[in-house]
């Protein structure tokens, strides 16, 4: 029976709504954090950074899942592991347990992203899957602009808002358990196919090698600004522009509201223009709008420049979809993943740089540094092919083709 590509794009959109608020909500909860526990930004930055860095790791172990047992399997994995871990931050009794224990829900987070931007691909036509997955990574700023409003309502009690955050996270398991069917592509190639294990290795071969590289460095190098940028925001619009806590809240939710509309619109740019292009543009234009805000010291032109902002950074949608048309469906969670969450994993260092920048030329000189990060992004995207599908269904040395019988 086929899979209903509507109950998959809606139930892909809810699971990353619930990656993406725990993710941010940890962004609107720092100043809170470091007041209760006595942190230094340093520190504070750490704990992005060791979510990051579990991001990066699942680069290597939500791949191997989802390519050899399955992508409804791993998806339900995944937001299980982060919805415990995010849930167990409420009784952290220290510094280094919290640092753990964000590391190992990152691991869940970042696995969520590979699989539903491979559901998503294996689900549309190749027409219909720029939009389609855009819609589903926009999940991530309106999961954002939730996280702006449960923090208002929770905060300072920043405990018992990541209880409620990781409790919650019930609801989309259920929804993949009782509406998904797991992706016919992946099951119709694991019967046409000798099983044999998917590793990390199958994307370095001399087939794959240089868009996996190239990917990698692109996701980077664009992740590093990102994080770099968003995560400090709310302490950046506090610290530096001098608005309130209430006030901060306001300003994310426009920001994500912009993001939302960036998604969805750059997403049906793609499907005409071709995604590499669209990510190239989006990059270009997140990079020119970047120092703009943060030299922006009149507090209603921040309010209007973060949604435009915002909405270049739809790049962050757009890899989902072109990043996993750069791999066979055999080894497509493995590959997107990598390239996606390496990335993520090396953009750890950004919180933590960004904080050190911070001591010396203040979060708005640390802002425009980040604007740097998406003009090499952009130069290594114009590197990659320009269509993703070239070779996506193209068979690999990973597949072997199955022995005919009798």
Not at 108 to 117: D, E, F, K, N, Y
Not at 173 to 178: A, G, K, Q, W, Y
Not at 181 to 205: F, I, K, N
Request: with cysteine; charged share 10%; proline share 3%.
């Amino acid at each position: 029976m086929q899979q209903n590509r509507w109950v998959v794009l809606g139930g892909c959109f809810f699971a990353y709504l619930f990656d993406a608020l725990e993710i941010v909500l940890l962004s609107l909860a720092l100043p809170a954090i470091r007041d209760d526990m006595g942190l230094s930004a340093t520190q504070g930055g750490l704990l992005a950074t060791a979510t990051l860095i579990g991001i990066g790791v699942s680069s290597v172990l939500g791949g191997y899942v989802a390519d050899n047992f399955g992508r409804k399997k791993a998806l339900i994995a995944s937001l299980l592991i982060f919805g415990v871990f995010t849930a167990a931050i409420s009784v952290v009794p220290n510094f280094t347990v919290f640092v753990l224990v964000r590391f190992l829900a990152g691991i869940g987070l970042g696995s969520v992203w590979s699989v539903v931007s491979a559901y998503v691909v294996e689900t549309f036509a190749e027409q219909h899957r720029g939009r389609a997955a855009a819609f589903v990574i926009s999940a991530f700023p309106a999961g954002g602009a939730i996280a702006a409003t449960i923090s208002g309502l929770f905060l300072p009690d920043w405990r018992q808002m990541f209880l409620v955050a990781g409790i919650a996270v019930l609801l989309p398991v259920l929804v993949v358990i009782f509406t998904f069917g797991e992706s016919e592509s992946w099951a119709r190639r694991q019967e046409q196919t000798v099983h044999r294990t998917v590793s990390v290795r199958d994307v370095l071969t001399p087939a794959l090698r240089r868009r996996t590289l190239l990917g990698t460095l692109m996701a980077a190098l664009a992740l590093f600004g990102y994080w770099g940028a968003t995560t400090w925001l709310p302490t950046y619009l506090t610290a530096e522009r001098g608005l309130a806590e209430g006030s901060v809240a306001l300003f994310v939710t426009i920001l994500n509201i912009g993001m939302f509309v960036g998604y969805n619109v750059f997403g049906m740019v793609a499907d005409r223009v071709g995604r590499r292009r669209t990510i190239v543009l989006t990059l270009v234009g997140v990079s020119a709008t970047l120092p703009i805000y943060a030299l922006t010291t009149d507090q209603t032109a921040l309010l209007w420049l973060g949604p435009l902002f915002g909405a270049f950074t739809a790049f962050f949608g757009l890899f989902g979809s072109y990043l996993s048309e750069l791999f066979p469906t055999n080894v497509r969670t493995t590959g997107a993943g990598f390239c996606f969450n390496v990335g993520r994993g090396v953009s750890a260092l950004a919180p933590f740089a960004l904080a050190g920048l911070a001591t010396s030329i203040g979060f708005q000189g640390g802002l425009i540094v980040c604007a740097g990060f998406f003009v090499l992004a952009a130069i290594i995207a114009a590197m990659l092919p320009a269509d993703g599908t070239a070779r996506a269904d193209a068979p690999s040395s990973v597949a072997t083709p199955a022995r005919a019988t009798a």
